[in-house]
T-cell receptor
Framework: AQSVSQHNHHVILSEAASLELGCNYSYGGTVNLFWYVQYPGQHLQLLLKYFSGDPLVKGIKGFEAEFIKSKFSFNLRKPSVQWSDTAEYFCAVRGNNRLAFGKGNQVVVIP | SAVISQKPSRDICQRGTSLTIQCQVDSQVTMMFWYRQQPGQSLTLIATANQGSEATYESGFVIDKFPISRPNLTFSTLTVSNMSPEDSSIYLC?????????????FGPGTRLTVT
């Protein structure tokens, strides 16, 4: 079964700062990779996804993620965060028809 | 994408009782999933429910505790049986939606369960 690791569970930063959230996974087969976001009081939303092709994928709201196969990583980035990016971010890996989640990163952006 | 609704959105229940959570999707889907998100934890897959067959449970989850129904391609229920405070959690329904040949998963708003 696959597993997902996310570090730095709590992240606090100021508006306009850059954000990078790490995600590492373990799985022996072909994977699809996702980042989900959960804004306060809202349900999980798909932020971006990687299936194949260009390892640098762009999602909504200026987020991007890079798949590095050799490092089993799929890190999320945003060059300049806004207060509205305050949310919990989950990395997820799909393999064998199952979606496994990391523990999430609670991101707080201070105006 | 798929639009998913869940009922109830939240409930407070006494230990020893059972609660059935409903999940409704606006389109026909093959695979539906039930997850649990305990306080401060990530999402954990409980089971996969395909229409016309018994649900497949993940390690640590059993049918007697979490019976699931999947009567058609747009609806599923999850029952949390003989509840204890440790069952306090958010329960989420999720479905697969195929986009350009690959599967994405969409999530419902969740049911927040508190067991006293």
């Amino acid at each position: 079964a696959q597993s997902v690791s996310q570090h730095n569970h709590h992240v606090i930063l100021s508006e306009a700062a850059s954000l990078e959230l790490g995600c590492n996974y373990s799985y022996g087969g072909t994977v699809n990779l996702f980042w989900y976001v959960q804004y306060p009081g809202q349900h999980l939303q798909l932020l971006l996804k990687y299936f194949s092709g260009d390892p640098l994928v762009k999602g909504i709201k200026g987020f991007e993620a890079e798949f590095i196969k050799s490092k089993f990583s799929f890190n999320l980035r945003k060059p300049s965060v806004q207060w509205s990016d305050t949310a919990e971010y989950f990395c997820a890996v799909r393999g064998n028809n199952r979606l496994a989640f990391g523990k999430g990163n609670q991101v707080v952006v201070i105006p | 994408s798929a639009v998913i609704s869940q009922k109830p959105s939240r409930d407070i229940c006494q230990r020893g009782t059972s609660l059935t959570i409903q999940c409704q999707v606006d389109s026909q889907v093959t695979m539906m999933f039930w997850y649990r998100q305990q306080p401060g934890q990530s999402l954990t897959l409980i089971a996969t429910a395909n229409q016309g067959s018994e649900a497949t449970y993940e390690s640590g989850f059993v049918i007697d505790k979490f019976p699931i129904s999947r009567p058609n391609l747009t609806f599923s229920t999850l029952t949390v049986s003989n509840m204890s405070p440790e069952d306090s959690s958010i329960y989420l329904c999720s479905v697969d939606s195929r986009a350009s040949g690959d599967y994405e998963q969409y999530f419902g708003p969740g049911t927040r369960l508190t067991v006293t």
